[in-house]
């Protein structure tokens, strides 16, 4: 092999040797469980609706101080709080809950309220399994 050939050469070998090598490292799908339940709050077994099914992915921002009217809800919930502190009242049963929480309320929970008692808007995404047509909240 000729000089001429032969410098080229070396440089890339030697440039490919000094480049930083990248490690793709295999990267895996994480799967935290967060709540699996049958039952809501007060500990009653919810139950599924008759009619053309529906799911709802809510996002609820409730402002600092807000209390909600007395409300029930037809059907069963999986409620995540994603900021803020919750108090959740039905009759003398009061929970409280925070950012990273989660709880379901069953359509045979019975009428409450919640307020937010923290210092900034509470957000909750709220999955709701229901039918069409259904409301989500019913005020009392």
Known sequence: MNLKRFIPFCFLFIGTSVMPQFSFA????????????????????????????????????????????????PSPMLIYVTRGKLKHVRGEEINFFKAGDAFVESNKGGAH????????????????????????????
Request: net charge positive.
């Open 26 to 73: 295999e990267e895996k799908i994480e799967v935290t469980p967060i709540i699996q339940t049958s039952k809501g709050l007060n500990g009653k077994n919810f139950n599924y609706l008759e009619g053309k099914p529906e799911l709802r992915l809510l996002k609820v921002k409730i402002p600092i101080g807000l209390k909600t009217p007395i409300h029930t809800h």
């Open 113 to 140: 309220y919640v307020q937010n008692i923290g210092k900034k808007p509470v957000i909750l995404h709220v999955g709701v399994i229901t039918v069409i047509g259904m409301p989500t909240a019913i005020n009392k």
